[in-house]
């Protein structure tokens, strides 16, 4: 089984396009491509990857694509799309790749993310992406789980991933996370990707190894077999030097047994993006 990293991130960044990239994140502000990754996944025994948008518009997405096309280890595109066009199916179709999985919108920018998450417009486009076996990204904060769960038993025609874990408020702790997600964690066609909580803001005083209790309570309410590791490569690099979400999912599942890790670390991504499982060589 491919060892799968299920969210990271290509760009060549200009301000007008990135405008979420503020001041305070000067790492990002430079070009991310291929090549700046794949030392990285060789060093964490990465295989595959699910390349995600970063930019609100389809000229990125045909970017995405025609680098997935030339890049052995990108195994899928989560793109996006107007959601609300009336000229939606157009648009897919002049999308339309072999490696183009999934789509997603950053809902957490929103002026109104409840709005949006309930907009008619939206969710007819939701049903058309299902309708086509298009996997649909949530990207919300923990202020908004409630309407995404709404969002999410309206549609459940096909998969759907909640990226970064809802963005927990870590002032709060686990538990109270816990009783956020759980809702949505019932609904067997979400999954949740592993990823992004080094980058959220922390209480003072909290270290990465604080972080665990998080990961242990999206194993209870997903399990192991609706949760995938993420990078959120590059974004993963504002943690700084000394922490990475690598050998942070490596100790949080490191009490699960070989099959449960291989679920985390590249079946489930495997299901859910319809990715072709390769067979790994090694020395005997």
Known sequence: ????????????????????????????????????????????????????????????????????????FVCAVTGWVELSSSALQRELDALSHPLLRGFRHQVQDEPSPAQWLADPAINAGIRQLQQQEYVYEILVTHRHLAEAVQFATRHDGHFLVLDHLGKPDLSLGAAYWKKQIAPLAALQHVSCKLSGLLTEPRPAGMSARDLLPYFDAALEVFGPGRLMFGSDWPVCLLAGGDENPWDLCEQATASLSSDEQAAIYGGNACTVYRLQPLPITGND
């Open 1 to 72: 089984m491919m060892r799968i990293d299920s969210h990271q991130h290509f760009w060549r960044y200009t301000p007008q396009d990135y405008r979420w990239i503020s001041d305070e994140m000067t790492v990002l502000k430079q070009n991310f491509l291929p090549e700046t990754l794949t030392s990285t996944l060789q060093r964490h025994n990465i295989q595959g990857t699910v390349l995600v948008q970063a930019c609100s518009c389809t000229s990125e997405t045909r970017w995405l694509l025609d680098i997935a096309g030339k890049t052995d």
